[in-house]
C-alpha cells in the first residue's frame, strides 16, 4: 500500500561534489512499508518557487530494524538542490513505495552468475538490489562506472555485498572507458544484468546484453508529474503499446523495450 | 454542521469538491491515499470512441507554480472502458463521470450514447477544450458554432447530465459558455489548460515532443478565477469551476466568483490527498463563518 508520510532526516551525508546521502525515518515512528529493490519515492519540495513537482528518487538501501530508508539524491537542480540542502531533524514529505521492482531469480542455482552495473547516481538501486541478493544467497557481481573516481560512491557498502569491478572515464579507478568496454563482460559469463544509469549507458548495456542473449533489466528515469500513475506523462514505448515508467516500471525488461529497432 | 449538497442540474452531489479528468486516473490510483467515497464526484480519464495511444514523449515539463502536458488523450476506448474499468470503479459510492473527447462530432455522439446506459455514470464531461491533440480537441471550443454543433448533436442522443469543458484559448470565454447553453448544456466546467510552450535553452529544443501543450496548476489561478467571475454573469446554468486549486481557500474563492462545484487537478499529482484536505476546510470555514449551506456562497463576492 501506496503512503504519503512526513519523514525525519536522521542524517545527511555529503559524499562528493554533488551527491549526498539521506537517512530518512518515518516522523512519527510508524512502520515503513516494506520496500522492494528498483522501488522509488517522490519527495516534495517545499520553499523553492520554481519548483512545482515532487521529486522521484530511487531507494538505495532499506533497513527494516532500524526502520530507516537511504536516498542518494544528486545536486542537479533547484529542486533536488533543496533536497540535499536538508539538515539532521529537518521533515520531508514522502509519498512511497511507487514503481515495481527487479526481478531476483527464483529457482536459480546459486551459483547462478549475477552482474549489476550502475552509472553516476545511478548506482543507487544496484545497492539495495545487491544487498537483497546476497541476502538470498547470491554472489552479485557489481560493475560501477563513472567519470572519475570521485564519481565512484559508497564503495565500501559495495564492496561488503559482492565483486566490485570499476571503470572511469579518465582512468582514476579501475578500467579507463565506459562500462561496456571492462574486460570481465568479454572475460565472464553472466546470467542476469541489471543496470541504472544514463540512458546512452543502459543502452549500450542492453545492446550487449540482447547480443549474448542475456536476460536483463533496466531501470528508467523518465520524467514524471505524479509517480503512481494518474497523469501518463512519464510513458515508455515498449512491445505492449506506452506504459508509464511509474507503474509498469520504473524497471523493464530488456525484451519489451523497443531500443533495438 | 453546513450543508455541503449541490446540483448540477440533476446530478446531485454530496458535496462540491470533484477531481478533475486527466489528473486522477480513475480514482483507483488514489484509493490507497484517500476513501474516495467522500468526493462529490470523480471526473475519469479522458475517453475516446477508439483506443488513443497519446502524443510522444517528452510529454511533461514543469515551470514555475505549474506544469505543461501534452499527453494527447491516451485511453484504451470507450468500450474497454465499459467493458473493463466501469465495473471496477462503479461502486466508489460517487458519481463517476467520464469525460468525452473526439476528434469528429459523430465521435462525440458515438462515445457519449455507448455511456447511456451505465447506472453510474450520471452525466458526462464533453471536452471541447483539449489543447494537445491535431483534430478536434480544442478546435471545437473555440468557436462560438462548431461549439455549439457539437453540444447540439451531442444533446439530441444524451438525456443525462452534460456538462461542457470550456477552453480558455478563447477572447471571450463567456460567448462560448452562452452558445453551449442555448444548445442544452447543463452546466460547463471550465477551465481546460491554457495552451503554453517551454524550450531548453541550452539544447535550443522545445521541451515537449509536441512543441506546445497544456499549462496547468496554481499558476493559472488568477486567469481562471476571472473566466469563472465572467461566465457566472453571462449563463444561468452552474458551473463548475478549476484551475490551479490547492487549498480550500482557492476552492471557496472559485465558489464565491460563481462556480457551483470545483474540481482539483494537477495539485492532486503532488498531494494525493488533497481534495480531502480541501473538503474539510471548506467545511470548516462555513461553520465558522455559519453560513448554512455552501449553496449560500455561489457567486457571493462582495463588490
Given at each position: 500500500?501506496?503512503?504519503?508520510?512526513?519523514?525525519?532526516?536522521?542524517s545527511?551525508?555529503?559524499?562528493?561534489?554533488?551527491?549526498?546521502?539521506?537517512?530518512?525515518?518515518?516522523?512519527?515512528?510508524?512502520?515503513?512499508?516494506?520496500?522492494?529493490?528498483?522501488?522509488?519515492v517522490q519527495?516534495?519540495?517545499?520553499?523553492?518557487?520554481?519548483?512545482?513537482?515532487?521529486?522521484?528518487?530511487?531507494?538505495?538501501y532499506?533497513?527494516?530494524?532500524?526502520?530507516?530508508?537511504?536516498?542518494?539524491?544528486?545536486?542537479?537542480?533547484?529542486?533536488?538542490?533543496?533536497?540535499?540542502?536538508?539538515?539532521?531533524?529537518?521533515?520531508?514529505?514522502?509519498?512511497?513505495?511507487?514503481?515495481?521492482?527487479?526481478?531476483?531469480?527464483?529457482?536459480?542455482?546459486?551459483?547462478?552468475?549475477?552482474?549489476?552495473?550502475?552509472?553516476?547516481?545511478?548506482?543507487?538501486?544496484?545497492?539495495?538490489?545487491?544487498?537483497?541478493?546476497?541476502?538470498?544467497?547470491?554472489?552479485?557481481?557489481?560493475?560501477l562506472?563513472g567519470?572519475?573516481?570521485?564519481?565512484?560512491?559508497?564503495?565500501?557498502d559495495?564492496?561488503?555485498?559482492?565483486?566490485?569491478?570499476?571503470?572511469?572515464?579518465?582512468?582514476?579507478?579501475?578500467?579507463?572507458?565506459?562500462?561496456?568496454?571492462?574486460?570481465?563482460?568479454?572475460?565472464?559469463?553472466?546470467?542476469?544484468?541489471y543496470?541504472?544509469?544514463?540512458?546512452?549507458?543502459?543502452?549500450?548495456?542492453?545492446?550487449?546484453?540482447?547480443?549474448?542473449?542475456?536476460?536483463?533489466?533496466?531501470?528508467?528515469?523518465n520524467?514524471?508529474?505524479?509517480?503512481?500513475?494518474?497523469c501518463?506523462?512519464?510513458?515508455?514505448?515498449?512491445?505492449?503499446?506506452?506504459?508509464?515508467?511509474?507503474?509498469?516500471?520504473?524497471?523493464?525488461?530488456?525484451?519489451?523495450?523497443?531500443?533495438?529497432? | 454542521?453546513?450543508?455541503?449538497?449541490?446540483?448540477?442540474?440533476?446530478l446531485?452531489?454530496?458535496?462540491?469538491?470533484?477531481?478533475?479528468?486527466?489528473?486522477?486516473?480513475?480514482?483507483?490510483?488514489?484509493?490507497?491515499?484517500?476513501?474516495?467515497?467522500?468526493?462529490?464526484?470523480?471526473?475519469?480519464?479522458?475517453?475516446?470512441?477508439?483506443?488513443?495511444?497519446?502524443?510522444?514523449?517528452?510529454?511533461?515539463?514543469?515551470?514555475?507554480?505549474?506544469?505543461l502536458n501534452?499527453?494527447?488523450?491516451?485511453?484504451?476506448?470507450?468500450?474497454?472502458?465499459?467493458?473493463?474499468?466501469?465495473?471496477?470503479?462503479?461502486?466508489?459510492?460517487t458519481?463517476?463521470?467520464?469525460?468525452?473527447?473526439?476528434?469528429?462530432?459523430?465521435?462525440?455522439v458515438?462515445?457519449?450514447?455507448?455511456?447511456?446506459?451505465?447506472?453510474?455514470?450520471?452525466?458526462?464531461?464533453?471536452n471541447?477544450?483539449?489543447?494537445?491533440?491535431?483534430?478536434?480537441?480544442?478546435?471545437?471550443?473555440?468557436?462560438?458554432?462548431?461549439a455549439?454543433?457539437?453540444?447540439?448533436?451531442?444533446?439530441?442522443?444524451?438525456?443525462?447530465?452534460?456538462?461542457?469543458?470550456?477552453?480558455?484559448?478563447?477572447?471571450?470565454?463567456?460567448?462560448?459558455?452562452?452558445?453551449?447553453?442555448?444548445?442544452?448544456?447543463?452546466?460547463?466546467?471550465?477551465?481546460?489548460?491554457?495552451?503554453?510552450?517551454?524550450?531548453?535553452?541550452?539544447?535550443?529544443?522545445?521541451?515537449?515532443?509536441?512543441?506546445?501543450?497544456?499549462?496547468?496548476?496554481?499558476?493559472?489561478?488568477?486567469?481562471?478565477?476571472?473566466?469563472?467571475?465572467?461566465?457566472?454573469?453571462?449563463?444561468?446554468i452552474?458551473?463548475?469551476?478549476?484551475?490551479?486549486?490547492?487549498?480550500?481557500?482557492?476552492?471557496?474563492?472559485?465558489?464565491?466568483?460563481?462556480?457551483?462545484?470545483?474540481?482539483?487537478?494537477?495539485?492532486?499529482?503532488?498531494?494525493?490527498?488533497?481534495?480531502?484536505?480541501?473538503?474539510?476546510?471548506?467545511?470548516?470555514?462555513l461553520?465558522?463563518?455559519?453560513?448554512?449551506?455552501?449553496?449560500?456562497?455561489?457567486?457571493?463576492?462582495?463588490?
Amino acid at each position: 500500500m501506496k503512503k504519503m508520510l512526513d519523514m525525519i532526516v536522521r542524517s545527511n551525508e555529503q559524499l562528493n561534489y554533488h551527491n549526498y546521502l539521506l537517512k530518512v525515518s518515518p516522523a512519527d515512528n510508524s512502520p515503513l512499508p516494506v520496500m522492494k529493490p528498483g522501488n522509488f519515492v517522490q519527495i516534495e519540495v517545499k520553499d523553492s518557487p520554481n519548483t512545482f513537482l515532487r521529486r522521484p528518487i530511487s531507494v538505495n538501501y532499506f533497513d527494516k530494524q532500524k526502520n530507516e530508508m537511504w536516498l542518494l539524491v544528486q545536486d542537479i537542480g533547484e529542486g533536488t538542490h533543496h533536497i540535499c540542502q536538508s539538515k539532521e531533524n529537518d521533515i520531508l514529505n514522502i509519498i512511497l513505495p511507487l514503481g515495481n521492482s527487479f526481478t531476483v531469480p527464483i529457482n536459480a542455482d546459486e551459483n547462478c552468475r549475477l552482474l549489476l552495473i550502475g552509472g553516476g547516481v545511478g548506482t543507487a538501486p544496484m545497492l539495495y538490489l545487491g544487498k537483497v541478493l546476497q541476502g538470498q544467497g547470491f554472489d552479485p557481481t557489481f560493475l560501477l562506472g563513472g567519470r572519475s573516481s570521485q564519481d565512484l560512491l559508497q564503495l565500501d557498502d559495495f564492496e561488503r555485498t559482492g565483486t566490485v569491478y570499476y571503470t572511469t572515464e579518465d582512468g582514476s579507478k579501475g578500467e579507463k572507458g565506459f562500462v561496456t568496454d571492462h574486460s570481465i563482460l568479454q572475460d565472464q559469463h553472466f546470467d542476469y544484468i541489471y543496470t541504472c544509469g544514463p540512458k546512452p549507458m543502459m543502452m549500450a548495456v542492453a545492446k550487449y546484453a540482447h547480443e549474448k542473449n542475456i536476460v536483463c533489466e533496466v531501470s528508467l528515469e523518465n520524467l514524471m508529474a505524479c509517480g503512481f500513475g494518474a497523469c501518463l506523462c512519464c510513458v515508455e514505448k515498449t512491445t505492449k503499446g506506452n506504459l508509464c515508467t511509474c507503474t509498469d516500471g520504473p524497471v523493464f525488461d530488456i525484451k519489451d523495450l523497443l531500443w533495438h529497432n | 454542521m453546513a450543508q455541503l449538497n449541490v446540483k448540477i442540474s440533476n446530478l446531485e452531489l454530496k458535496n462540491p469538491v470533484m477531481t478533475a479528468s486527466g489528473t486522477f486516473g480513475y480514482g483507483t490510483e488514489y484509493a490507497d491515499f484517500i476513501d474516495l467515497e467522500r468526493l462529490g464526484g470523480i471526473f475519469v480519464k479522458g475517453t475516446t470512441l477508439e483506443p488513443r495511444e497519446g502524443n510522444s514523449y517528452p510529454r511533461m515539463a514543469e515551470t514555475a507554480s505549474g506544469m505543461l502536458n501534452a499527453v494527447g488523450l491516451q485511453n484504451k476506448g470507450v468500450g474497454y472502458f465499459i467493458d473493463h474499468i466501469y465495473p471496477e470503479i462503479k461502486d466508489f459510492g460517487t458519481p463517476i463521470i467520464v469525460n468525452v473527447s473526439g476528434s469528429s462530432i459523430d465521435d462525440y455522439v458515438a462515445c457519449a450514447e455507448k455511456l447511456i446506459d451505465l447506472e453510474k455514470v450520471p452525466a458526462i464531461e464533453l471536452n471541447i477544450s483539449c489543447p494537445n491533440v491535431k483534430e478536434g480537441g480544442m478546435a471545437f471550443g473555440t468557436s462560438c458554432k462548431s461549439a455549439a454543433s457539437v453540444v447540439k448533436a451531442v444533446r439530441s442522443v444524451y438525456p443525462k447530465t452534460l456538462i461542457v469543458k470550456l477552453s480558455p484559448n478563447v477572447t471571450d470565454i463567456s460567448e462560448i459558455a452562452l452558445a453551449v447553453e442555448s444548445e442544452g448544456a447543463d452546466s460547463v466546467s471550465l477551465v481546460n489548460t491554457f495552451l503554453g510552450m517551454a524550450i531548453d535553452a541550452e539544447k535550443r529544443s522545445p521541451k515537449l515532443s509536441t512543441i506546445t501543450g497544456g499549462l496547468s496548476g496554481p499558476c493559472i489561478k488568477p486567469i481562471a478565477l476571472r473566466m469563472v467571475w465572467e461566465v457566472f454573469h453571462a449563463v444561468k446554468i452552474p458551473i463548475i469551476g478549476m484551475g490551479g486549486i490547492c487549498n480550500w481557500q482557492d476552492a471557496i474563492e472559485f465558489i464565491l466568483a460563481g462556480a457551483t462545484a470545483i474540481e482539483i487537478g494537477t495539485y492532486n499529482f503532488i498531494n494525493p490527498t488533497a481534495s480531502i484536505k480541501i473538503l474539510e476546510g471548506i467545511e470548516n470555514y462555513l461553520d465558522r463563518h455559519h453560513i448554512n449551506s455552501v449553496t449560500d456562497l455561489i457567486g457571493q463576492l462582495e463588490v
